[in-house]
Every structure is written in structure tokens, then in C-alpha cells.
């Protein structure tokens, strides 16, 4: 069976150059970004608010009477959502360059925009799943209340609903419950999380942490925050966001699924030895532990 890689991105300025509202729905509302920005972060500071609760509220507040905020009309924002120079062809390439290599290559989205928005764009097919805000929708089918608002802290939940396969976010018994690390879909040295900035941090450290590896990226001649993320040790490499053939991060993406694969088929060899140690009458050494521990607490 070949090995699970998943390769996790956060969106806006990750894959996208700019934060979703601005390609047309600031535009449609003759509202400039700044402006809006602005507000989001006075709505913030006012009532002690979740940043993205706040822009959620403000995207609300300011589409009223201007245009419809519903399911539909945010997911054909989507479709206006421009990327970084070779992103709508990464997602197949990578899953090739995989396939040759022997890993099965899963993508996944944690993003604190907008899942509607996401859903709607060009790339939203390359997904397993999506995990971002989103709305509540009424009978009148407008947005009326968030549903789900994932912050940066809130982002790593969904590290571990990918390592544990419960992707289903009502499901917090199964994400909460105890589950053995042999019996986890995708384990964390498998993960590859690629985002741009500081609200990625929690995330890109957990994941580095837990043996995976940390992807910063940024736009032409912004290097600045990228290099200081690496240089401080929150982020494995640092590269370019330019998802184009033969670039920088296809070459490390490729270079880090090997090393999935080489680790995957060395722990499979581990695993055959002591079963064949067990075979020939051994005792495995977590065996023998606990058995001494148990005299232990007997004596």
C-alpha cells in the first residue's frame, strides 16, 4: 500500500496574491481594500473581536443593500480569484511526480478566508477538503450568521483531523478520542504545510515538530518575512511562490516525498523484522517493558 503525503495550504498570498474579498467583492461593493481592512480591524478593537469574525461581520454590514451575500454569489467570487504563476496546473503535476515516486499525494486547504469563495474558484477540485470560515444561510438563502471562523490558533484542529481522517468538523468525539499512531491515516512526518505568514506559524511549527516539513513562500522580491521564518526556525524552506514546472518548491515538494517514501518503506523493513524476531520466539522489547513495569507494581 503505498504511503498517504499531505500537502496542506493555507490560501490567500499562498496560492492566491491577494485575500480573496479584493478581486470582486470589494470591487462590486466600490469599497477599496485598505478601507475595508481598516474597518475590519476597528470592528475588531471595538467589541474584542475575532479577526475573522470581524471581517466576516464587515463583509456583511457593507454588502447590505448592495449586493446579495449568499452561498451562491460568494462562490462566484471564486471564480475571479487570480494565483501565483503555475498553480492550476500544480496539483496534477505533483500528483504525477508522486505517482512515479510511490506516494499518494492528497491536498488540503486551512485557510482563515472564506470556504465559499475557495469552493468556487478554479482549483477547488484539486482538494480532499476544505477547511475555512464560513456562513450560516437563512431560508431566504443569505448569509445571516458565521457557521465556522478558523483563526490562526484554530487552524492546527485541522492538522490533526487530516492525520487522524476525520474530516468531518461536526465530528469532535472521534478528533478528541484516543487513537493509536499506527492506526492514524496520515502521520504528521507525512504532512507538508505550505503557507506565507505569521497566522501560518502555529501551523508550520506543529507540523515540524511532529516530523513533518514547513513551507514559507513569497511573492517576487518579498523575501524579508520568509527568511526571518526560516532563520528563527518556524519553517523548513523558504522559497519563491512560483508553482511553475521545475521551480524551487516543485523541486523541494519532490525532494520531500522521496523522503516520505524512503522513511515509509524503512519503517515497513523495521516492521518485518520484529515480526520475524517474533516469529523465532522473541519478545518484543515494548512487551518485555510492560512486563517489568507490571512486576513492578505487583512487588
Known amino acids: 500500500m503505498k504511503p498517504i503525503a499531505a500537502l496542506i495550504y493555507d490560501f490567500d498570498k499562498t496560492l492566491s496574491p491577494r485575500d480573496m474579498q479584493e478581486y470582486s467583492f470589494l470591487p462590486g461593493i466600490n ?19 475575532d479577526s475573522v469574525l470581524a471581517y466576516m461581520l464587515m463583509m456583511k454590514r457593507r454588502s447590505a443593500g448592495t449586493r446579495l451575500l449568499t452561498r451562491e454569489s460568494l462562490g462566484k467570487l471564486g471564480q475571479e480569484v487570480e494565483f501565483f504563476p503555475g498553480v492550476e496546473t500544480w496539483f496534477d503535476r505533483i500528483g504525477r511526480i508522486g505517482e512515479e515516486i510511490g506516494v499518494t499525494v492528497e491536498h488540503y486547504i486551512i ?22 470560515a464560513s456562513f450560516v444561510y437563512g431560508e431566504d438563502g443569505i448569509a445571516e450568521w458565521p457557521a465556522t471562523a478558523v483563526n490562526y490558533t484554530a487552524k492546527t484542529q485541522y492538522l490533526f483531523r487530516i ?82 514546472e521545475n521551480s524551487e518548491i516543485e523541486n523541494v515538494v519532490t525532494s ?28 518484543p522489547e515494548w512487551l518485555l517493558q510492560l512486563n517489568m513495569d507490571n512486576t513492578d507494581l505487583e512487588s
Open 111 to 132: 485557510s482563515s478566508g472564506l470556504r465559499e469563495i475557495i469552493e468556487g474558484s478554479r482549483i477547488a477540485d484539486a482538494f480532499k477538503a476544505v477547511f475555512a
Open 256 to 283: 520531500v516525498l522521496r523522503r516520505i517514501k524512503t522513511n515509509c518503506d524503512c519503517l515497513s523493513l523495521h516492521e518485518k523484522q520484529i515480526e520475524r524476531a517474533t516469529d523465532r520466539g522473541g519478545t
Open 163 to 244: 492525520n487522524k481522517g476525520i474530516l468531518d468538523v461536526t465530528n469532535d468525539r472521534d478528533l478528541n478520542g484516543f487513537t493509536p499512531e499506527y492506526k492514524r491515516r496520515v502521520p504528521f512526518a507525512n504532512m507538508i504545510y505550505i503557507g506565507d505568514g505569521l497566522t501560518d506559524v502555529p501551523c508550520m511549527k506543529m507540523t515540524r515538530t511532529r516530523g513533518g516539513t514547513s513551507i514559507a513562500v513569497h511573492a517576487d522580491g518579498q523575501t524579508n518575512l520568509s527568511d526571518n521564518m526560516i532563520l528563527q526556525g518556524r519553517c523548513d524552506y523558504a522559497v519563491l511562490a512560483d508553482y511553475s
Open 31 to 49: 469599497v477599496e481594500p485598505e478601507v475595508f481592512w481598516g474597518e475590519c480591524k476597528k470592528v475588531q478593537d471595538e467589541y474584542d473581536m
